[in-house]
């Protein structure tokens, strides 16, 4: 049997966002299928809001690098999605359509999108896509959102928006994340700790406090605080050549 990960334990307080970057390969999108319920761990638990997490989860909002809506819905019903699940599965959560239609449109607005619920999603760029994508995440405003890559398939510009764009949410909706990026400053700007992975098989190595106050800025990416944490991240996660990892 291989061990995906192993001895990793740590806590995410209420309303934090954490993020884990390291190699492909270490375990990383792993412990965020363990904490959606989507996988079972083998030794261990893992605790959500107390409770130990056996199945998946339901107050739980995911966002990946690949947004997957459906094309034969427009953008208006790609958002409904996840309230007619609940509201099919007879989930107390779940409004009557009205306030869904409600709850949709003003979401859209936020991440400026106002306008664009009778689209297709073939209409939409990459980046629009992605807002999409992250509204449906939120629309049934889940307690727990759980980010595997969602930026990585955007240019630099629209990935900067877009983590402009999740710290507006998170400051109006106060949700607790946990983030899975390869991007380094992706992980600076838009967490609280980071958690530094190594492989064979996945661990933790190193942790790091992130102690610039919110809202962050760009400039706090190329202050001389902002680039030494990622040049050291850099170092542990591919040490210099030479150097014992």
């Given at each position: 049997m291989i061990r995906a990960v192993e001895g990793v334990s740590l806590d995410v307080p209420r309303g934090a966002t954490v993020a884990f970057v390291g190699p492909s390969g270490c375990g990383k999108s792993t412990l965020l299928k363990l904490i959606a319920g989507l996988l079972t761990t083998s030794h261990g638990s893992v605790l959500v809001d107390g409770q130990a997490v056996t199945?998946?989860?339901?107050?739980?909002?995911?966002?990946?690098?690949n947004p997957v809506l459906l094309p034969w819905r427009t953008v208006l019903d790609n958002l409904l999605l996840p309230l007619e699940i609940l509201r099919e599965n007879g989930d107390p959560r779940a409004p009557e359509r009205a306030a869904w239609r409600e709850r949709a449109l003003r979401l859209l607005h936020t991440v400026g999108l106002e306008g664009s619920e009778h689209r297709q999603p073939r209409e939409l760029s990459g980046g629009m896509r992605q807002r999409v994508s992250l509204c449906r995440a939120l629309i049934h405003e889940p307690a727990l959102l759980l980010l595997d890559e969602p930026f990585a398939a955007?240019?630099?510009?629209?990935r900067e928006e877009m983590w402009e764009l999740h710290q507006a949410l998170r400051l109006e909706r106060e949700f607790t994340g946990v983030l899975v990026t390869h991007d380094l400053r992706e992980a600076v700007f838009l967490a609280d700790t980071i958690?530094?992975?190594?492989?064979?098989?996945?661990?933790?190595?190193?942790?790091?406090?992130?102690?610039?106050?919110?809202?962050?800025?760009?400039?706090?990416?190329?202050?001389?605080?902002?680039?030494?944490?990622?040049?050291?991240?850099?170092?542990?996660?591919?040490?210099?050549?030479?150097?014992v990892a």
């Open positions: 199945r998946p989860l339901k107050n739980v909002g995911m966002a990946f690098q955007l240019d630099a510009f629209t958690y530094v992975m190594r492989t064979h098989p996945g661990r933790l190595a190193y942790v790091h406090p992130v102690t610039f106050a919110a809202p962050r800025s760009m400039a706090d990416l190329y202050s001389h605080d902002g680039t030494e944490l990622i040049r050291q991240m850099r170092d542990e996660i591919r040490p210099p050549r030479g150097a």
